[in-house]
């Protein structure tokens, strides 16, 4: 069974903002991203431990266009 953290802790560990986290896990950045109801996330800490150790590099490109689209 492995950890999971809210978004308030996985955003610090990343040093992104709480709503920044949120798009990338709507934007499907995050394999292990679980929605659990309206704006909650939850995510597997090993994964964002990863990333902050520098072990695998998600795609975070495009994130924002994924979820709103382009602004014209």
């Known amino acids: 069974m492995s950890v999971i953290i809210d978004v308030g802790t996985a955003a610090g560990m990343l ?3 709480n709503s920044m ?7 499907g950045c995050f394999k292990t991203a679980r ?3 309206g ?3 939850e ?3 090993v994964e964002v431990q990863k ?3 520098g ?5 975070f490109s495009g994130a924002w266009e994924r979820v709103y689209g382009k602004e014209d």
Request: aromatic fraction near 12%; charged fraction near 35%.
């Open 35 to 37: 929605k659990v109801r």
């Open 21 to 27: 986290f949120r798009v990338y896990c709507r934007a």
């Open 51 to 53: 990333i902050v150790d």
């Open 55 to 59: 072990k695998i590099r998600p795609d």
């Open 39 to 41: 704006t909650r996330w």
């Open 15 to 17: 040093d992104i903002s």
């Open 43 to 45: 995510v597997a800490l």
